[in-house]
């Protein structure tokens, strides 16, 4: 998605002014999610630019940089589970973070907004990370799993794909996650106001989202940038396989505004749910 379409721009801002009305509290927690490749970070972006035409103070923050550093989750890979090492799912956040910063916007203060390189694969060094300003009026918290409830234990039992069948056979690391799930990362999310949802039609398109930012990270030519090959692409979206057919399941229903995508990730109905 190369530019946000409008029609979803203002149905988020319709969003953003209620929760402005209704809450005593600054700033309101806009939490935006969406499969990977499902267009978030532009439309965020545009979203940003809409509430500055307003004159609000913003922050945007991305749960991707809340990741734990290299180094945290090679030790959980030694000591919990080999497939800990790859960012991504619950339990490969720095969850305090998150909520250390929403803390100190919420007290009027400026703040720092973490950063992680993905080049690295490592968190940025703080002293390059953006600040937000202080009476922020609006934060904007995006993310594929922003909002995610974990799963029914017996759902856990059967691998859902050939990763979870190979590597995982006993459950551990997906047990792991659903419970990294349930506890901080749903203090987190209690602090979003209101939550918005772009509903792939289905897990199966997001492979051709994801090669998708992999060929135009190719095209760019970052000499820090570390593209993956269609293989290794494939394994890397399985580890969110699982809960991203489960936010898909169980979200719409309780999301404040869900925006159904198709395959090229036009809006086909844009549902305001309050």
């Known amino acids: 998605m190369s530019k946000a379409d409008p029609r979803v721009v203002e149905a988020v801002m319709v969003q953003v002014r209620a929760a402005l009305g209704e809450k005593n509290h600054r700033p309101v927690v ?7 490749g499902s267009g978030k970070t532009t439309l965020a972006r545009a979203v940003l630019d809409a509430c500055g035409l307003e004159e609000l103070r913003t922050a945007a923050l991305s749960i991707d940089d809340l990741y734990l550093t290299r180094a945290e989750r090679e030790g959980l890979a030694r000591n919990v589970h080999p497939l800990l090492a790859t960012r991504g799912v619950p339990g490969t956040h720095y969850v305090l973070l998150g909520l250390s910063l929403v803390d100190a916007l919420q007290d009027g203060k400026a703040a720092a907004l973490p950063r992680f390189d993905k080049g690295r694969d490592d968190r940025a060094p703080a002293d390059t990370w953006a600040p937000a300003p ?4 609006v934060l904007l918290f995006e993310g594929w799993c922003v909002g995610a409830r974990p799963q029914p234990e017996q759902d856990l039992v059967e691998p859902i794909n050939a990763l979870e069948a190979e590597e995982d056979a006993g459950g551990d690391w997906r047990r792991y996650v659903n419970a990294a799930l349930a506890g901080a990362y749903q203090d987190l999310f209690a602090r979003i106001d209101r939550l918005v949802l772009l509903a792939a039609p289905g897990f199966e398109v997001v492979y051709g989202w994801r090669l998708e930012q992999e060929r135009d990270l190719g ?8 593209v993956m090959d269609e293989a290794a692409l494939a394994r890397f979206i399985a580890h969110y396989e699982r809960l991203t057919r489960y936010i898909l399941y169980e ?9 159904s995508l198709d395959a090229d990730r036009y809006p ?3 549902q305001q749910r309050r």
């Open 30 to 36: 806009i939490g935006l999610c969406g499969a990977q």
């Open 134 to 137: 202080a009476d922020c009026d």
């Open 219 to 226: 095209a760019r030519a970052d000499a820090n940038a570390k």
């Open 251 to 259: 979200m719409p229903d309780r999301a404040d505004l869900v925006v």
């Open 268 to 270: 086909v109905e844009i």
